[in-house]
């Protein structure tokens, strides 16, 4: 019989297997949990032989019941500017990528996690969608939970002052399509027992979709259940470029998705992030506008991002002077607009970049 992975289980269900398949006497579940939660998340303890607080016979249970198995970093690059990429290996031959991005101290790193191997969807800009559909799956909870365990091992992050202090799902994949692992994936990793991040330190992004999960519509169901902030690939304001951009926005334009948001923005009081790659094409004054009337209506703040280019497509990065007067215009009529630059750019670990290559 395959072991339960340990990363897979949230508190709750962590709970509920104790009773039912360890024998845990339903009064000290919750206490078992926590041990169990404290010793793996906190302490980082490499196999249940380290879980003292258990007698030596439960121990033994658990040892032949759950595992605490991790895919393998298979390739690490680092950037110039600090920030790193790992190439994760799951089983049959499955990679996607994790990056590290350090801040000014380089001692805290904000985490750019994979909720997928390649990318369902395909948007032009993005390497991820180049990768061939057939390699494509949703990663499982633990497959993601661990991509933080493992950057967290190679930081020295438990031993050290350095820290991954900050979570963005953003590497590849697009989370509303893995809503049942990613649900699991952040109650792990908000809950105190275990990596413990509060609200405003998660960011999940998505080009924004109307699937629903039940009754209501997956943007709501992680307002409700996940409550982190959300990032929104907006990337074009006029419509008919968005869907040239991102095929997807033929099927959920840019007004079938401002209610959710707006509701969104109502459940979490979170205002959404607006991702916005600067292309030489999509800063003009019409687009200022747009993009004005959409911020009039959804809470929001502005993302500008530096357009990484890729080798087979056309697109050209804008200059500063454009974005310059495309945020100065957002500015000006009350929005807050920032502009990030890409870090990582030498070892395509940047936005838009990951496309399983290894740089030599
Ligand atoms: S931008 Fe995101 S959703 Fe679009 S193809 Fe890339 S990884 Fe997928």
């Known amino acids: 019989m395959e072991k339960q992975n340990f990363y897979d289980l949230s508190f709750d269900r962590l709970k509920i297997f104790l009773i039912e398949k360890a024998d845990v006497p339903e009064k000290q579940a919750k206490m078992r949990g926590e041990q169990m939660f404290n010793a793996v998340y906190k302490k980082n303890i490499k196999t249940f032989d380290e879980l003292t607080t258990f007698g030596l016979e439960l121990r033994e249970k658990i040892k032949n019941l759950i595992s605490l198995k991790k895919p393998k970093i298979v390739d690490v690059q680092t950037s110039a500017d600090g920030t790193i990429k790992f190439l994760i290996q799951f089983d049959n031959n499955r990679q996607t990528e994790t990056v590290l991005i350090p801040d000014k101290t380089k001692t805290r790193y904000t985490i750019c996690l994979s909720v997928s191997t390649g990318c369902h969807l395909s948007c032009q800009f993005c390497a ?88 209501i519509s997956a943007i709501e169901h992680v307002a409700r259940e996940l409550d982190v902030y959300l990032a929104w690939s907006l990337h074009s304001s006029l419509n008919s470029q968005r869907s040239e951009l991102m095929a997807i926005n033929e099927k959920f334009s840019i007004n079938d998705l401002i209610p959710e948001l707006k509701k969104y ?4 009081k979170l205002p959404i992030f607006i991702e916005y790659i600067a292309l030489e094409d999509n800063l003009s004054d019409e687009h200022a506008k747009a993009l004005i009337k959409i911020m009039k209506k959804v809470p929001s703040k502005l993302n500008l ?34 502009f990030r630059k890409s870090k990582g750019r030498d070892i395509n670990a940047s936005c838009g970049s990951l496309a399983l290559k290894k740089i030599n």
Do not use: C, H
């Not at 509303?176 to 908000?190: A, D, E, H, Q, R």
């Not at 923005?265 to 979490?268: A, M, Q, S, V």
């Open 128 to 215: 991820t969608a180049q990768i061939p559909k057939k390699m494509v799956r949703n990663l499982m909870p633990s497959e993601i939970v661990t991509q933080i365990i493992l950057s967290k091992e190679y930081i020295d992050d438990w031993k050290t002052t350095k820290t991954v202090s900050n979570i963005v799902m953003m590497g590849q994949g697009e989370n509303l399509l893995s809503i049942p692992n990613l649900s699991t994936f952040i109650k792990i990793v908000k809950d105190k027992n275990g990596l413990f991040y509060g609200r405003t330190r998660i960011t999940i992004s998505s080009v924004g979709l109307l699937n629903k999960v039940g009754e």
């Open 265 to 268: 923005y109502e459940i979490t």
């Open 305 to 338: 991002i530096e357009y990484n280019p890729l080798a087979n497509r056309n697109f050209k990065a804008a200059t500063k002077e454009k974005i310059d007067k495309f945020s100065k215009t957002i500015q000006d009529n009350g929005f807050l607009a920032l």
